[in-house]
């Protein structure tokens, strides 16, 4: 037992000070900005965060705050501190499956995860929902087991679960309720109302701080129908699911790096304890797996896929364990081999070409610093509105964030189910225009997005193909260009918006 609570402590000591040496120092993308404005004030309706609304990841990210008085840090010290429980019980987990050794090898993959490491060092959730996977996998594996006093703490864990990100819910609650298929009829009901109450908990009192449930369930409509629902099985070409599923597979390779090989030598012959530990496994990740092959799946949402991370560690720590022992080469030669691999998983966080790696990070970093500071300097805050484009970084949340004097509108306007809307942004608060604003601006300037490369030269062209020729002037500054235009192009930019709305309304 000493030496299961040594390792485990060696494991969360490593991830959490590889996490905190390379957090991020800037709210990452477009939904940590989201989560940030959120725990000012909560309004799923302005995506103060965007639906479904995170309710319970919003309020420990409060109290975090109330420690750190910083939005950032308070959310990446709540991914630190998940992932050091996530790598924690993926290795107990894995020493009850397994051994000691397969266990020490599952902390090791998720510790030199380039993918879960990104994730432990920015302001997402993906690294939260990780935790709860895994702690749900743990707890029900007990009830699987026959062990009833863990059916209340694993109806527990996904009712918070589901409050952190509610599509845990979805995801997981298949797993316990196979679990509990081998209790007794009376542990099932008590499972299901344990569930029940904790939902509950969260879910009244996030429906009334979001403003009824009318306006939560339409601004979560409007979302779905803006972005997941276009590309489902359903009304998409097979080559689309096609496509999700190369994407899974290269996330697969982001999530374990040179470990991905491991199933090249897969563990120990299979017996009925095995069969058992499989179909639990494929029942954990399967119900994730379909939905992100065939309903929705982006790359610049690959943590997605940190759900099924813990059941994936588990089985690769098992294979490369039965390596180790068994496999041809002498032990000096597979330490070679294992550290080359964790030396390349290194390589790949910090300098990969991707938007999760430490480079990358850096760059945005210092590119938003960059674009800010010449922000300031090309156009004071009293007579200029920021317009801004929808993107994951650099966008109109970014701009109205780190640029609060400033009114902020995102280009173009959306629409919702209550009709044409601006969002616009000030103060670090955001409101929902139907028509532009009047106030004291002469001008307007297109926030750059990131290395002004195809996506904003894309949005940049649609959005001056609408604008008389030579209304425009660029100044440059920083090695940024700034577009600007006098304030009475404005409407040709949001046609279907006048300018009867007060300042400040």
């Known amino acids: 037992m000493i030496y299961r609570k040594l390792d485990a402590l060696l494991l969360m000591s490593a991830v959490a000070i590889t996490r905190f040496a390379f957090r991020s120092h800037y709210l990452y993308d477009i939904d940590s900005v989201n989560f940030a404005l959120g725990m000012q004030h909560f309004d799923p309706r302005v995506h103060q965060p965007h639906p479904p609304g995170y309710f319970l990841y919003i309020s420990l990210g409060r109290l975090l705050n109330l420690l750190f008085h910083d939005a950032n840090l308070a959310l990446v010290v709540l991914s630190i501190v998940a992932s050091c429980g996530t790598v924690a019980l993926i290795y107990f987990l894995a020493w009850d499956w397994f051994d000691q050794r397969a266990a020490r090898f599952a902390g090791l993959l998720f510790l030199f995860s380039p993918l879960a490491w990104f994730h432990g060092t920015v302001a997402l959730t993906y690294s939260v929902e990780a935790f709860f996977s895994a702690l749900l996998g743990y707890l029900c594996w007990r009830v699987y087991c026959g062990r009833r006093s863990y059916i209340v703490p694993a109806a527990v864990t996904l009712g918070f679960a589901a409050g952190v990100r509610p599509s845990s819910c979805l995801f997981l609650a298949p797993l316990l309720l196979f679990a509990l298929s081998r209790t007794k009829m009376k542990g099932i009901l008590v499972g299901v109302m344990a569930l029940a109450v904790v939902v509950c908990s969260w879910f009244l009192p996030m429906i009334s701080a979001a403003g009824g449930s ?64 499989k179909i639990f496994s494929i029942i954990w990740i399967a119900p994730a797996l379909c939905f992100f092959t065939f309903i929705f799946l982006k790359f610049v949402n690959s943590g997605y896929l940190l759900i099924m991370a813990p059941a994936a560690c588990v089985w690769l720590g098992s294979a490369i364990s039965d390596w180790y022992e068994n496999g041809a080469g002498s032990k000096a030669f597979k330490v070679a081999v294992m550290a080359l691999g964790a030396a390349i998983n290194v390589v790949i966080f910090i300098a990969a070409p991707l938007y999760c790696s430490y480079r990358s990070v850096r760059r945005f970093e210092a590119e938003l610093q960059d674009v800010v500071t010449a922000f300031l300097q090309v156009a004071p805050a009293g007579n200029t509105l920021i317009v801004g484009f929808d993107s994951h970084f650099l966008g109109y949340r970014h701009a109205g964030y780190y640029l609060p004097a400033y009114l902020t509108l995102q280009s173009p306007a959306v629409r919702l189910r209550d009709g044409t809307r601006i969002f616009a942004m000030q103060g670090r608060g955001t409101r929902l225009l139907s028509e532009l604003p009047v106030g004291p601006w002469t001008q307007f300037v297109f926030f750059p997005l990131p290395n002004q490369g195809a996506d904003y030269k894309e949005h940049l062209r649609e959005a001056m193909n609408k604008l008389p020729g030579g209304s425009l002037r660029t100044i440059s500054a920083n090695g940024h260009d700034f577009v600007l235009g006098p304030i009475s192009d404005l409407p040709l930019l949001f046609p279907r918006a006048s300018t009867t709305t007060k300042q400040g309304r």
């Open 214 to 277: 009318r306006a939560y369930f339409s601004a979560l409509l409007s979302l779905w129908q803006a972005v997941p629902a276009k590309d489902t099985v359903f009304n998409s070409s097979p080559a689309t699911s096609i496509g999700r599923a190369l994407t899974i597979v290269f996330i697969y390779f982001l999530v374990f790096g040179a470990a991905s090989l491991a199933p090249l030598r897969w563990p120990r012959g299979i017996d009925a304890s095995d069969r058992g530990k």
